[in-house]
């Protein structure tokens, strides 16, 4: 199983990003996956999860109405669309695979990581 994120970056208060997550190892379209980050000196966070098939998604109350969770099943490929980024999205941001059959908040409930991409938001 190999989980690869990219898209971080320097964005601005009030910008966007997309992140991606690619993965192999492993049948995609089988699993339901999430987003976390890990802000420093703070636990990993819940942000945002999504269906083995994209129609269920669930997000943490801080990120709702801002960032968008999607998959490309046909790709392998798991995005985040964040707007309106605030300097509190500030984290270490990293994709996972869920256990079970449906989306997840809980960390336990994931059990391979991608390495994380760097998000800063700052003027």
């Known amino acids: 199983v190999q989980l690869v994120e990219s898209g971080g970056g320097l964005a601005q208060p009030g910008g966007s990003l997309r992140l991606s997550c690619a993965a192999s190892?492993?049948?995609?379209?089988?699993?339901?996956m999430g987003w976390f980050r890990q802000a420093p000196g703070k636990e990993r966070e819940f942000v945002a999860a999504i269906s083995r098939r994209g129609g269920t998604t669930n997000y943490a109350d801080s990120v709702k109405g801002r960032f968008t969770i999607s998959r490309d099943n046909a790709k392998n490929a798991l995005y985040l669309q964040m707007n309106n980024l605030k300097p509190e999205d500030t984290a270490l941001y990293y994709c996972?695979?869920?256990?079970?059959?449906?989306?997840?908040?809980?960390?336990?409930?994931?059990?391979?990581w991608g390495q994380g991409t760097q998000v800063t938001v700052s003027s």
């Open positions: 996972g695979r869920t256990t079970g059959w449906v989306p997840r908040s809980t960390l336990r409930d994931y059990d391979y």
């Open positions: 190892g492993f049948t995609f379209s089988n699993y339901p």
